[in-house]
């Protein structure tokens, strides 16, 4: 969870090895796209920091969240596809849309990654407001997406 205290672009990368030969699919949403642009660009440059080759980075954009596990199962169906992030943004409104939302997007995700035994990396914020998720896109809180693409590797590092 993201606190003052707690900056959620810090993470220990002293057990992460040689990554080059990993493909990552990063799967967008579209909705709330300043939010979700910024959660790419941040998991992207730590995919790169943490030894990625950038052509084996493939972007899949999908409308909105929901959308999110169906574009996570697409690219994890393919063979050379070691990893999937998916990133997304949910902002709480006024109806239990949101719940509703948030719930089927982690189900989903667990569900592919269950069923392709490959990483698949739950990349969306759930925020009360617009400021919320700014400040955990690259503000005050750090940026999710380099969370997201670290857990990435992580579990990579783990199932080696």
Same mark, same amino acid.
Request: proline content about 1%; overall charge negative; some cysteine.
């Given at each position: 969870?993201?606190? &003052?205290?707690?900056?959620?672009?810090?993470?220990?990368?002293?057990?992460?090895?040689?990554?080059?030969?990993?493909?990552?699919?990063?799967? =967008?949403?579209?909705?709330?796209?300043?939010?979700?642009?910024?959660?790419? &660009?941040?998991?992207?440059?730590?995919?790169? *920091?943490? /030894?990625?080759?950038?052509?084996?980075?493939?972007?899949?954009?999908?409308? /909105?969240?929901?959308?999110?596990?169906?574009?996570?199962?697409?690219?994890?169906?393919?063979?050379?596809?070691?990893?999937?992030?998916?990133?997304?943004? =949910?902002i709480q409104g006024e109806t239990k849309?949101?719940?509703?939302?948030?719930?089927?997007?982690?189900? /989903?995700?667990?569900?592919?990654?269950l069923k392709y035994d490959k990483p698949?990396?739950?990349? =969306?914020?759930?925020?009360?407001?617009?400021?919320?998720?700014?400040?955990?896109? /690259?503000g005050k809180h750090g940026n999710k997406? *380099?969370?997201?693409?670290?857990?990435? =590797?992580?579990?990579?590092?783990?199932?080696?």
């Amino acid at each position: 969870m993201a606190s &003052s205290e707690k900056n959620l672009s810090q993470f220990e990368t002293a057990s992460v090895q040689n990554v080059s030969q990993y493909q990552f699919a990063v799967v =967008v949403s579209e909705w709330n796209q300043g939010v979700t642009e910024a959660l790419y &660009s941040g998991a992207v440059q730590t995919l790169k *920091d943490l /030894g990625a080759d950038r052509n084996k980075i493939i972007r899949y954009d999908v409308p /909105g969240s929901f959308e999110l596990s169906l574009g996570a199962q697409w690219a994890a169906q393919r063979e050379e596809i070691d990893a999937v992030i998916c990133l997304g943004c =949910v902002i709480q409104g006024e109806t239990k849309h949101f719940d509703f939302i948030c719930q089927a997007v982690a189900n /989903g995700l667990t569900d592919v990654g269950l069923k392709y035994d490959k990483p698949v990396i739950f990349g =969306v914020l759930t925020t009360n407001n617009q400021k919320q998720a700014l400040d955990r896109a /690259g503000g005050k809180h750090g940026n999710k997406g *380099d969370e997201a693409a670290a857990t990435a =590797v992580k579990m990579l590092m783990i199932n080696r």
